[in-house]
């Protein structure tokens, strides 16, 4: 079992950057993929990025790739998301999720955090 919360969030302008946090409890976290996802209001949950569990795999959608970066230190069960260049469309709620191999699907991931806003000004 594994316990996903995430931090982070707020509102920043256009061309800032936040970094976002994803604390997980459970001892078999650092055997799982992490993934972000995202939820702008009235559109689907859609995947942003995902890392190994050792950090050695790490894939990112096209919206995103040459500005976020994602990483994870599981000495302290932790994975973070690094956002710069925001634009007001990367607004939305954003998830961290686990998952048991590496995929952008969401349906294949099987533990979520219950999410973190971010609101991009322009």
């Known amino acids: 079992q594994v316990q996903l919360v995430e931090s982070g969030g707020g509102l920043v302008q256009a061309g800032g950057s936040l970094r976002l946090s994803c604390a997980a409890s459970g001892r078999t976290f650092s055997s799982y993929y992490m993934g972000w996802f995202r939820q702008a209001p009235g559109k689907e949950r859609e995947f942003v990025a995902a890392i190994r569990w050792d950090g050695a795999i790490r894939f990112y959608a096209d919206s995103v790739k040459g500005r976020f970066t994602i990483s994870r230190d599981n000495a302290i069960n932790t994975g973070n998301l690094q956002m710069n260049t925001l634009k007001p469309e990367d607004t939305a709620v954003y998830y961290c999720?686990?998952?048991?191999?590496?995929?952008?699907?969401?349906?294949?991931?099987?533990?979520w955090g219950q999410g973190t806003q971010v609101t991009v000004s322009s």
């Open positions: 999720a686990a998952a048991k191999r590496a995929t952008n699907k969401e349906y294949e991931y099987d533990y």
